[in-house]
């Protein structure tokens, strides 16, 4: 019990809330409404096991690299709480986990299944050679309101595309901060990112530039899936949340990161899920 508190510790299960709302949202919007129970039960083990497995994965892979660097050389595995074959065994667990719900949902969830494992391991290795490792980043937590849609309709929309394309970007801008804490280690090792390539000012106007498309592609879907005046006030309350979130930021004063990055980013994707929930049933 001991080794599993800690390899929830190492995943950092609280991160969920950033990607879980977004599913939720993908859901509602694909039944118009509250989705059958059975539904929303193997959305979430889909979901968890999904997630688990990649963060385990992650912290895996990065092992070593986390073991050099002082800000994560404390992690579970490079602090020696946990083993790596430890850390295997329930990355397996939860990818069994995760492809039986998929199962469970319906059959095109199955057969596209394996895209997110691709995506999860692929990201794992991009800041090992490309720059680019915000964007998959993106892409692997933008599968979360399509795969939702998927289990629900059993299809894929274009509008649930766009959303995952807005989750993208809003994932690729806050990783871009996140990232600025390592920008001189990511520099020593020869690891690719924004900040190392880009610097700390530049990087900015980026995450903002990725933040602004973010927040047009979600108005335009008020647009799209016809929602109402209930959808559109919550995402302008989301441009309110991206807005401060840059202002906490300063190019000389990276200090208020983890404020930014945690508890901005959770308030922004429970928003969006509220508001459209609020807005389908109202």
């Not at 039944?31 to 129970?37: C, K, L």
Request: with cysteine.
């Amino acid at each position: 019990m001991n080794k599993f508190v800690d390899f929830l510790k190492m995943i950092k299960i609280e991160h969920s809330i950033f990607a879980l709302p977004f599913a939720f949202t993908g859901a509602i919007i694909a039944a118009n409404g509250i989705p059958e129970f059975n539904k929303i039960l193997w959305i979430i083990v889909a979901m968890v096991g999904a997630r688990t497995g990649a963060m385990g994965l992650n912290r895996v892979i990065d092992a070593e690299i986390d073991k050099r660097n002082p800000r994560t050389a404390n992690r579970e595995i490079p602090a020696g709480k946990i083993k790596k074959n430890e850390a295997i065994f329930y990355i397996i667990i939860s990818f069994v986990v995760y492809e039986f719900a998929t199962l469970m949902l319906n059959k095109l969830c199955f057969i596209l299944s394996p895209i997110p494992l691709v995506i999860f391991i692929l990201y794992s290795y991009t800041k090992r050679f490309t720059a680019l490792c915000h964007i998959v980043l993106g892409v692997a937590l933008g599968l979360a309101p399509i795969g939702a849609w998927v289990a629900i309709r059993g299809d894929i929309n274009t509008g649930i595309v766009l959303m995952g394309l807005a989750v993208l970007f809003w994932v690729a801008g806050f990783d871009i901060i996140y990232a600025l804490q390592d920008i001189d280690f990511d520099r020593k090792e020869n690891l690719h990112s924004i900040p190392r390539y880009f610097g700390v000012r530049n990087s900015l106007v980026l995450s903002r530039i990725f933040h602004m498309l973010a927040f047009f592609i979600f108005l335009y879907l008020y647009k799209y899936f016809n929602f109402g005046l209930i959808y559109l006030f919550g995402i302008l309350i989301c441009g309110a949340f991206m807005f401060y979130q840059h202002r906490l930021i300063k190019s000389d004063d990276l200090s208020r990161v983890n404020i930014a990055f945690f508890n901005l980013n959770a308030y922004i994707s429970l928003t969006v899920f509220m508001f459209t929930l609020l807005d389908i049933i109202f």
